[in-house]
């Protein structure tokens, strides 16, 4: 049996678990007796163009206790980049770097930890790889918090930021209901297209509160008429009201609430921010009590404090099936989990053709969102639910969570 080498790279927006897959990669790597050696490559594809690579199983080879750290780490071990391959019939010039690096280091594997836009680059460079006859299998690893890639049941990263939203919903209105006032909360979430992200804060919902109150998706088209005419009805109800949003919701007309901002990021997405601030004002502006905006920001994907122990140990073991898919033979292809059973919960993992994911997006089907589209679906409460479960040892020096120096 001839010995080979493999390659990970990670790449696109962090989240808590994607460290994990990492860790799924290097045990699944280390525990095949063919492989030889495992390198990382610094900054995503960026790092395989400028051969900026690190032997991980010098790092990790035999220390279990360290590949545990890094699963619970959040952020990305390697680094990452938003970096965008040309179509190979523009130029090839890129992709004929990759592969002479690919060869140099006799990579037999090569696993690319992303999202939609890593698909992407994994999907051309298996057509390059197919066009040119390379022997190398190429693997994509899922991964976001937004949870929108087609072909999977969910994505790791999304089960931990779930918890920290419905978390910090429910903290926050613990801290808004002790005033005697009239007062609305908006909390901007995370979610350009797909609002999987804000629906998780209907989580925070329990015995004893029933906040948010509305919830905003991008899936539904944003009416400001009905949002002030439901805020002023239940502000006059309720006293407190808390709201959640999306930071993606669009007008009737398709136009982002917060297209104020003409910035655009490598793959020519916009880059979204003030939509809770520009609803506070009309807030403000129109019904005149109490408001503020909290925009959760970067803290919905960082926040490893509550991470998701089903989520952890999911991008785990898809990051090993990946090892394992490759060592079958199999490339172009992204690993999956497919959901066997709700309750009790139960998933199987497989493969989808990578091309079925690269640049497709899962939205929230209207079917889980309410008539009036200020509101979610208990069936939507129940998909989300079985993510969240479980909560990792985090080891602690001076009060402080210890986790893994990137």
């Known amino acids: 049996m001839t010995e080979c080498n493999v390659l990970v790279a990670q790449s696109g927006g962090p989240t808590t678990v994607i460290n994990s897959s990492l860790a799924g990669v290097i045990a699944g790597a280390l525990a095949d007796q063919k492989v030889n050696k495992i390198y990382g490559a610094r900054h995503g594809i960026v790092g395989v163009l400028k051969e900026d690579l690190v032997a991980l199983d010098e790092v990790f080879g035999g220390n279990e206790e360290l590949l545990g750290q890094l699963k619970i780490t959040p952020s990305m071990y390697l680094g990452s980049c938003r970096h965008k391959l040309a179509n190979i019939d523009q130029s090839t010039e890129e992709y004929d770097k990759i592969f002479e690096v690919f060869e140099a280091y006799h990579i037999e594997y090569f696993f690319y930890i992303g999202g939609n836009d890593s698909m992407d680059t994994v999907a051309k460079l298996s057509k390059y790889a197919e066009e040119k006859g390379k022997k190398i299998n190429i693997i994509g690893v899922p991964k976001t918090i937004d949870n929108d890639l087609v072909g999977i049941d969910h ?156 989520d952890i140990e999911e991008a785990f073991l898809l990051g090993k099936e990946a090892v394992r898919k490759a060592a079958e033979g199999h490339t172009s292809k992204m690993v999956i989990l497919t959901r066997t059973s709700n309750a009790p919960y139960t998933v199987e993992y497989g493969t989808i053709d990578v091309a079925e994911v690269a640049n497709h997006e899962k939205k929230i089907p209207r079917e889980w969102i309410n008539e009036a589209g200020n509101d979610v679906t208990e069936e939507l409460v129940e998909y989300i639910r079985p993510l969240i479960m479980g909560e990792p040892e985090i080891p602690y020096v001076n009060g402080i969570p210890q986790y893994m120096l990137l």
Request: glycine residues 8%; charged residues 20%; aromatic residues 8%.
């Open 155 to 310: 994505t790791p990263g999304f089960g931990s930021a779930a918890k920290y939203i419905a978390t910090s919903f429910l903290e926050m209105a613990h801290d808004t209901y002790i005033y005697n006032t009239d007062s609305v909360l908006i909390v901007e979430v995370m979610g350009r297209n797909a609002g999987w992200l804000t629906a998780s804060a209907a989580l925070a919902r329990n015995s004893y509160q029933v906040a948010p109150h509305l919830i905003y998706l991008p899936e539904v088209a944003f009416s400001s008429e009905e949002f002030l005419s439901e805020v002023r009805r239940l502000v006059k109800e309720k006293h407190q009201v808390i709201v959640a949003v999306s930071e993606g919701i669009k007008d009737e007309n398709g136009e982002y609430l917060s297209a104020k901002s003409a910035t655009v990021d490598g793959f020519g997405h916009a880059q979204l921010s003030g939509t809770g601030k520009y609803l506070e004002e009309l807030v403000k502006n129109e019904i005149g009590c109490k408001v503020r905006s909290v925009e959760l920001n970067v803290l919905q994907r960082c926040a490893a404090h509550t991470s998701s122990l089903t």
